[in-house]
């Protein structure tokens, strides 16, 4: 893929409930980085060859089997999106079609996404897809995510709870679990491979951590210009 793809989307999408493996979010975020979010009205079927699939999801080689392994689990995984009146529960991709002996496939992202990837106006995301494509945890892609929707704030607070439920972490009940295996390896794998550094901390009534206080900093002056234009 493209260093220069372009991921965009609606902030209630990516604050919403899912669960996708790491090789699952490379191909939904892959698809939303080939949409031009800003001018196009509805989605269309988006191709990719074979070796585009396999240096996507980072293997030698995807015969159809693999193809066809990975697209099926893809299918059936479903995003529950809440507003104020309505609780929306879809599929990410209405079709998948594979050609045989052609070494291609075309995926369809569902209808009911298009008001979170397309014509954004307000309190959307936008960030490279570079930067989360060489990610090896599939926490440290959503955190990242998080913190790039919070990233104009420079300082964002919530509690342990809300953070492990917007994650799909809930089974690192314990804080020092969830702190070890899931916030330490992804803000270090964020602070080495993303446009931002982040710093966090725990804050404290007694000896229960009550929220999370991340700091958040664009790496360098160019990365905070390419931040801007890409708003």
């Known amino acids: 893929m493209k260093k220069n793809y372009i991921v965009s989307k609606a902030n209630k999408l990516i604050t919403s409930k899912y669960e996708l493996s790491l090789q699952e979010q490379r191909v ?5 980085s080939m949409i031009d979010s800003k001018n ?9 060859t074979s070796s585009e699939f396999a240096e996507l999801l980072n293997v030698q080689n995807t015969n159809h089997t693999y193809l066809a392994k990975i697209t099926k689990q893809l299918m059936s ?3 529950e999106i809440k507003d104020e009146k309505r609780v929306i529960q879809v599929h990410w991709l209405s079709s998948c079609i594979y050609y ?13 996404l298009m ?26 892609i959503r955190l990242y995510e998080l913190l790039k ?7 964002f607070e919530l509690s342990p709870d809300d953070l492990r439920k917007m994650l799909n972490a809930e089974k690192y009940d314990r804080y020092s679990n969830f702190n070890q295996k899931v916030l330490d390896l992804s803000i270090k794998e964020i602070n080495k ?23 958040i900093i664009a790496k360098s002056k160019l990365e905070q210009e390419l931040y801007g234009e890409i708003e």
Request: charged share 25%; proline share 1%.
């Open 77 to 79: 995984k479903v995003v």
């Open 100 to 112: 045989k002996g052609q070494g291609k496939v075309k995926l369809e992202l569902h209808r009911e």
């Open 193 to 215: 491979k993303a446009d931002i550094v982040v710093v966090y901390k725990g804050k404290k009534i007694g000896n229960k951590v009550v929220s999370i206080i991340f700091d």
């Open 40 to 48: 196009q009205t509805q989605f269309y079927e988006y191709e990719m």
């Open 28 to 32: 939904i975020l892959a698809l939303v």
């Open 149 to 155: 929707a919070n990233q104009f704030k420079k300082h």
């Open 115 to 140: 008001p979170y990837l397309l014509q954004l106006k307000e309190q959307f995301t936008t960030y490279y897809l570079s930067n989360v494509l060489q990610m090896k945890s599939k926490y440290s």
